[in-house]
């Protein structure tokens, strides 16, 4: 619960400025706010090593061996990460030269990869130190951090944004100063604030850091690397499909709309992270659950029920949200990005998807067969990159949308098939195809049938809430006299 509040409120939180940016940049600018932070999400999935999933498993696997796990956890990230930092910054103005689209943007573009590459840094090597909080049982400290580093990157942000150009308007104290150096409307600023919230946040785990001992087990990391290296490029396979599309809308649509068509694609798809937020907040707490429970008789059949309630939550969320889209449009302030919105029903698709795909993943985790995750995984970026490249052209951003959902569909049902051939979970397989039918027919009826009415939509929900109640009745008894 407490995992999921603190990452809840931080991701809201900064789902706030989302109206806030789109309201005070245009959708040119915007794109380069979502390009530059797709690129970043890419990049962060090689730096983290795939050492975080290595770190609980191998906690459990040799619990007399916890300091060391945590030693050879973060020495192989701090190695890479600071590999990549040296190598970005000399670098970066090649980097900037590739991503501006016009020579005149290069010298921001430069600012902007220095930014990036620090934040990346930063924010890799407390990778390991996050997830010590994790394994240590401490949500609350784990939490407290969280809602410190969203609190500076909206803080700061509100200050560049609105603060500081008041300042300048009304001539206060500090106002000459400021005109020498603010940029009315920079997208920098942005990054800026997301760099302060990354110290600050390492800052407020320098405990967790002092309880390191730079000492390297050979023997103990070659058996976590082999662990790990099928886990990294499945990471980056997941963050392919989630962000290539974002990273290629660019280069594959004409220049003169394509920063406005990448603003459009990245705003509506800020609609989408409700799911996605329910989806990372499971994830926090189940993870080291799953691990920690694996050993139990029971196992497989808790597994099983969890993923059977976690989709009867995910398929409610996901037509509430749908049902109600006319309200949450109003977060997109600015009326220009509203044509994005047929997009949104087949983004949450994809997102009801990758939330099933996490459930089901288990299996080769704790069976110690993470290759099979690397094929899987690879086989859905290839969906991805080819799919985005026959589709982008023709239909812009709604092909990017169609081949999310498409990618991870086809990597959960993988998943499935062959985790009942080497891990056989019993899944109720005939209840959670009905629930996930029955949400998308409700989802697509309510946004395309009857033109996104929130009252018909509604109704929906409230039907399919009753019908859940009542097929799952006996169940919830059994739960709620426990």
């Given at each position: 619960m407490v995992y999921g509040i603190s990452t809840v409120f931080s991701r809201l939180f900064n789902f706030i400025l989302t109206p806030i940016y789109t309201s005070v940049y245009k959708k040119g600018v915007y794109g380069i706010f979502t390009n530059m932070y797709a690129n970043a999400s890419l990049i962060n999935a090689i730096l983290?090593?795939?050492?975080?999933?290595?770190?609980?498993?191998?906690?459990?696997?040799?619990?007399?061996?916890?300091?060391?796990?945590?030693?050879?956890?973060?020495?192989?990230i701090a190695f890479v990460s600071s590999l990549f930092l040296i190598t970005g910054l000399?670098?970066?103005?090649?980097?900037?030269?590739?991503?501006?689209?016009?020579?005149?943007?290069?010298?921001?573009?430069?600012?902007?990869?220095?930014?990036?590459?620090?934040?990346?840094?930063?924010?890799?090597?407390?990778?390991?130190?996050?997830?010590?909080?994790?394994?240590?049982?401490?949500?609350?400290?784990?939490?407290?951090?969280?809602?410190?580093?969203?609190?500076?990157?909206?803080?700061?942000?509100?200050?560049?944004?609105?603060?500081?150009?008041?300042?300048?308007?009304?001539?206060?104290?500090?106002?000459?100063?400021?005109?020498?150096?603010?940029?009315?409307?920079?997208?920098?600023?942005?990054?800026?604030?997301?760099?302060?919230?990354?110290?600050?946040?390492?800052?407020?785990?320098?405990?967790?850091?002092?309880?390191?001992?730079?000492?390297?087990?050979?023997?103990?990391?070659?058996?976590?690397?082999?662990?790990?290296?099928?886990?990294?490029?499945?990471?980056?396979?997941?963050?392919?499909?989630?962000?290539?599309?974002?990273?290629?809308l660019k280069d594959l649509l004409p220049a003169n709309i394509a920063n406005e068509e990448v603003g459009i694609y990245g705003a509506v798809c800020k609609l989408a992270i409700f799911l996605s937020i329910f989806i990372t907040a499971f994830r926090l707490g189940a993870e080291p659950f799953f691990f920690s429970h694996a050993k139990n008789s029971n196992a497989k059949q808790t597994y099983a029920t969890i993923l059977q309630y976690f989709v009867i939550a995910l398929t409610v969320l996901f037509v509430a949200l749908i049902a109600n889209i006319e309200v949450l449009k109003f977060f997109i302030r600015t009326e220009e990005y509203w044509v994005g919105l047929p997009a949104v029903p087949y983004l949450l698709m994809g997102y009801v998807f990758l939330g099933i795909y996490m459930n089901l993943s288990i299996w080769y985790r704790l069976s110690d067969q993470t290759r099979y995750g690397l094929y899987i995984s690879v086989i859905g970026?290839?969906?991805?990159?080819?799919?985005?490249?026959?589709?982008?052209?023709?239909?812009?951003?709604?092909?990017?949308?169609?081949?999310?959902?498409?990618?991870?569909?086809t990597m959960t049902i993988i998943s499935y098939i062959l985790g009942q051939k080497y891990y056989p979970i019993p899944y109720n397989l005939k209840k959670i195809l009905a629930y996930i039918i029955v949400s998308t027919v409700i989802v697509f009826s309510s946004f395309f049938i009857f033109n996104r009415n929130i009252y018909i939509g509604n109704a929906m929900l409230i039907a399919f809430i009753a019908g859940i109640a009542y097929f799952e009745k006996k169940d919830l008894m059994k739960i709620l006299k426990r």
């Open positions: 983290a090593f795939g050492m975080e999933s290595t770190y609980f498993r191998y906690l459990n696997k040799f619990e007399d061996k916890k300091q060391e796990v945590y030693n050879n956890s973060f020495i192989c000399v670098f970066s103005n090649g980097i900037a030269t590739y991503l501006a689209a016009k020579a005149a943007e290069i010298p921001d573009y430069k600012q902007y990869v220095s930014f990036f590459l620090w934040i990346l840094f930063v924010d890799a090597i407390c990778v390991i130190p996050f997830a010590k909080l994790r394994a240590d049982g401490r949500p609350m400290k784990y939490s407290v951090v969280k809602f410190l580093n969203i609190g500076c990157f909206v803080g700061f942000n509100l200050l560049f944004i609105f603060v500081l150009p008041a300042i300048i308007k009304h001539n206060w104290i500090g106002a000459s100063w400021l005109q020498t150096w603010y940029r009315h409307q920079w997208i920098g600023y942005v990054f800026v604030a997301n760099l302060i919230a990354s110290l600050v946040t390492l800052v407020a785990l320098i405990p967790e850091f002092l309880k390191l001992q730079l000492k390297f087990d050979k023997a103990l990391f070659s058996n976590m690397f082999s662990y790990s290296w099928p886990i990294l490029i499945a990471n980056l396979s997941f963050i392919v499909n989630e962000n290539l599309d974002k990273i290629v970026a290839i969906i991805t990159i080819v799919l985005n490249f026959v589709l982008i052209p023709r239909f812009s951003y709604m092909g990017s949308a169609w081949v999310s959902m498409a990618a991870y569909a």
